[in-house]
């Protein structure tokens, strides 16, 4: 890209919205970051502008270890993996949180998709797979594991674009498998060779 991104488009990218990625600048500052190939803009009207993968790895970079530990209570929303580590979110707010952040991603599949597609993953899912999986879980009502609670849990694997969905139970799973597909995943069962505890394995599907 050459030289690193000026402070001014640092700016403009870590402004952008933390799920569809949506810039706002001046004209000059998004015609600047799309020529770095860290955005593009949108054939269609309102033709606004979008980080691309390059510029989401750079606003990622920038926050990462902040998003971390400050997620919670900065507003910032972040989808529920599952684990020890969370607390158990529950409330109104939080579902409001969860159901804005799933129709923000349906329009940005809709704006990103070359067909305009929303039953089907974006380019942002399959660069964020854990996120988007748990994501799609949170927002059909199933509940994540954390804190006493149980519920399911999103893993990354080492397979391209794969992540592992863990759940308490048989008909959990199942219910996990159903949601992933309606949202445009393929997910299948697995067992693992040791500890024989069943798993899904989904990908975001193509077609």
């Given amino acids: 890209m050459g ?5 001014a488009q640092r700016h403009v990218i870590e402004g ?9 600048g001046t004209q000059a500052q998004l015609a600047a970051l799309v020529k770095r190939g860290l955005a593009f803009r949108h054939p269609r009207p309102p033709h606004e502008h979008f980080l691309t993968p390059a510029g989401h790895r750079i606003r990622e970079a920038a926050d990462a270890a902040a998003e971390e530990e400050a997620a919670a209570d900065t507003g910032v929303f972040a989808a529920r993996v599952g684990g020890a580590e969370e607390e158990p979110a529950d409330g109104a707010a939080r579902l409001r949180e969860v159901h804005s952040a799933w129709q923000g991603l349906l329009e940005l599949r809709r704006m990103t998709n070359p067909d305009g597609a929303v039953d089907r993953p974006c380019g942002w899912e399959r660069t964020h797979l854990v996120r988007a999986a748990a994501l799609a879980l ?3 009502g199933h509940r994540p594991a954390g804190g006493d609670a149980d519920g399911y849990r999103v893993r990354a694997t080492p397979q391209p674009e794969a992540v592992a969905v863990y759940a308490p139970d048989a008909a959990s ?3 996990c498998t159903a949601t992933l597909e309606r949202a445009g995943w393929q997910a299948g069962e697995y067992t693992e060779p040791r500890t024989r505890a069943r798993y899904l394995l989904a990908s975001p599907r193509r077609v």
């Fill in 138 to 140: 949170e927002a059909a």
């Fill in 16 to 24: 952008a919205d933390p799920v569809t990625g949506r810039l706002r």
């Fill in 173 to 175: 799973l199942t219910a």
């Fill in 3 to 7: 030289r690193p991104v000026s402070a």
